[in-house]
């Protein structure tokens, strides 16, 4: 097996050229609980040792030490030695830094393990503080991770105009199959960035085709929901039920794996045919959030191809087939979701009205699927002049 070694595992061991962006230098870390090198140790402790100074914290969704749920704001603390600065509070405002907080630093770290879903709302945090630190004159230093999901598939069309938010920050498919350096390079040439206000310290080892299994790395939650690289796999699709009011299995052990709701009729799902994937009827209990106490009718995913298995368009698939049971009233998530009250959440997901419409009228997915189809290989050509990494 071949050893893949993330940035941060680099600068860890010593290589000369990522040294060379840290050492001796006073710096900002945006990292998070999974940010450690591949023998545990955090990127803090790796920068401290590697010579930075390391003299400000940033907190992505879910807080520094990951302890947060979803879309709970975390405060900031600055009464001790290293401030710990939250980029995620009460409202869209606190989603980019101050200004302030990033002057007088040399650079600002970035180490944040992605999902490789457009949802996932770390890549946009690095990309808005790559764009403060822009007009500060901070340099981002990015030290890169793999894409879970690897780099050759792309799922899902980039959203329509109006659609976009913290959940897709910019138009990209919603499996994009970038890492986190290759998406903020992206937005770096979308933006028009001068390009030296990012230095990547690259991956060695990781190729395209590699699925998580092949890294050699070990998995930690990036957040207090995602709690296996199963969870990963499904992610792209079991993400779309928040937009819906059935559970998708947060407060039980295996979220967005397991989804459903009190009552449900699970006879049209288990008639699906899902290429890659085996459905299982179960029985759940959400601790919290929806349908918290209750007992859930629903199933769980097992993937038994990832190669096979596409969950965006699964999960499209199941929802539709589910949802009808449900007055039309109360399919849809009404409440505020990440900081956008006037588009449902479910448009903000799919990245537009197209889903959401077609099971009111209970037409067939066939022509949404295909739109998913087209806007998916156009962003896999956009997406190229970005690469890192080969197949």
Known sequence: ???????????????????????????????????????????????????ARVSALFGPEHGFAGAAQDMVGVGSREETDVPVYSLYGDDAEDLSPDPDWLRGLDAIVVDLQDVGSRYYTYVWTAALMMKVAATVGVEVVLLDRPNPLGGTRVEGAAQRQGYLSFVGLYPVSVRHGLTIAELLLWVCERERLDRS???????????????????????LMPSPNMPTFDTAMVYPGGCVVEGT??????????????????????????????????????????????????????????????????????????????LPQLPDASRWRTEVYEFVSDRPAIDLLTGGAEFRTAVDRGASLDEVLAEEARGAAKFDDERRSAWLYEK
């Open 197 to 219: 206000v990012l230095q990547v310290v690259p991956m060695d080892g990781w190729t395209r085709t590699m699925e998580w299994k092949d890294t050699g790395l070990p998995w």
């Open 245 to 322: 009011t059935l559970s998708e299995g947060r407060g039980t052990t295996r979220p967005f794996e397991l989804w459903g709701a009190p009552g449900l009729d699970l006879g049209p799902l288990l008639e699906l045919d899902l290429h890659g994937a085996t459905l299982r009827p179960v029985e759940f209990v959400p601790t919290f959030q929806k349908h918290a106490g209750r007992t859930c009718a629903g199933v769980q995913v097992h993937v038994t191809n990832p190669w096979v298995f596409r969950p965006y368009e699964a999960y499209l698939r199941m929802l539709a087939a589910a």
């Open 1 to 51: 097996m071949t050893e893949v070694r993330t940035g941060l595992d680099r600068i860890s061991d010593g290589d000369p050229e990522a040294l060379r962006l840290v050492a001796g230098r006073k710096v900002g870390l945006l990292a998070h609980a999974a940010s450690v090198d591949r023998k545990l140790r955090s990127a803090a402790r790796i920068l401290h040792e590697a010579g």
